[in-house]
């Protein structure tokens, strides 16, 4: 199941990249999960914890995705596979579309939240005896599936003209986990990237009017 999402995914993202300029492209990885409600499963993560309690766990994995922007550089629509070790270290993934709302940007600085949806997978956790089943996945063959309501909140950082710096928080692409990303965004098509000022032209008027003040005085 995992690998049909995967091709799937990936066939996706190359027909946009090829239909669409306005288009970035994303790679993630997933560092730390936080899971702070209650799990009557909770027993079960102990590979990878970081605290007693099994709050914070290593969560690695990678996420790739496209971003296409549908209104100037304010709004964007973004689809996502992502493949990673859950909190059981079992193998985990997901596939989901969401819109991607800018909220603040000055210069080099961009924050931005996304809402929507996804389609969760991991192997089977009834492997476990200690495992307690819980209605909200699906059993499908070796495999649990459930819909997912997500969520991020995303800062860039402007490192070059194609190139960002992506720190990102991201809920629902695992099982009631607050996901921890670093990444990049790669831009097919810098048109709509936009910036409050050119800072190096502004550097080299400014340089230039100091020469001729001095010259005229």
Known sequence: MIKRNFILTIALLLYSLIAYSQSTLILRATTIGYHPFYDANRLLYNENKIDENANFII??????????YIKGNSLSLQLLTGMYSDAAAMQAGFTGLSFRKMLYHKYKHHLSASVGAALLYRK??????EYKAIEA????????????????????????????????????HQYQTFTSTVGTRFWINSRVK?????????????????????LLH
């Not at 969560?59 to 296409?68: D, L, N, S």
């Not at 936009?194 to 020469?211: A, L, P, S, V, W």
């Open 59 to 68: 969560e690695p994995g990678i996420i790739f995705g496209i971003e296409k």
């Open 124 to 129: 089977d956790w009834r492997n476990f005896s």
């Open 137 to 172: 996945f699906n059993l499908n063959g070796k495999w649990e599936n459930k819909f997912s309501v997500t969520s991020e909140l995303n800062y860039n950082f402007y490192l070059t003209k194609k190139i960002d710096i992506e720190l990102s928080i991201m809920y629902g």
């Open 194 to 214: 936009e910036t409050d000022c050119d800072c190096n032209k502004h550097f080299n008027q400014g340089r230039f009017r100091r020469i001729i003040q001095r």
